[in-house]
């Protein structure tokens, strides 16, 4: 386990899934089954999620995609979604998020895209507490961020939309 920075970013680095508290591991080990479930006939790329309440409940999601390309959805808003759909009352302690290809080796960690991270960072100010980001490849190194806002820095943040 080291401290880096990546593209300015604190990351703590793991050399392989292995090297995990168990828990994390566990985590990881989630996203890469429910990433077999994901339907990705366009990309052949196919992400899974796995997210850790705080009861300890894991949850999942996979990246759906559709003919009109744009109806598609990310694994990890589909997973962050119906965690807070279902398990609105928890906190989300971490989120896991892993790829594998079908073209290709997905060797570096799988970073979430910019709409995902948004989507993220927000319920991370709802609930008032970090959500730690764990991202991997296939095989090989093992990211975690300690927060959303680590790597959304600056996010859009316009609380006044809330009109209350
Ligand atoms: N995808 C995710 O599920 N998560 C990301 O953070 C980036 C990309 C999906 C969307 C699409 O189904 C496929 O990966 C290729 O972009």
Redesign the pocket.
Known sequence: MAKKLKHNIELTVYSSLDDLPSKDKELVLRAKEVSRK???P??Q???G?AIRLDSDEIVEG????NMAYPS???????AIYYANSHHSDQKIESIA?T?FAKRFDVTDP????G???QSMAEYELKQNQPIRLLMTGESGEVYIAESIETVLPFMFNEIELKNE
């Open positions: 994901a339907y990705a366009y990309s790329f196919y992400v999620a996979s990246n759906q995609e598609g959805m990310c694994a990890e808003r589909v998020v790829a799988v970073s979430p895209c709409a995902c991270r």
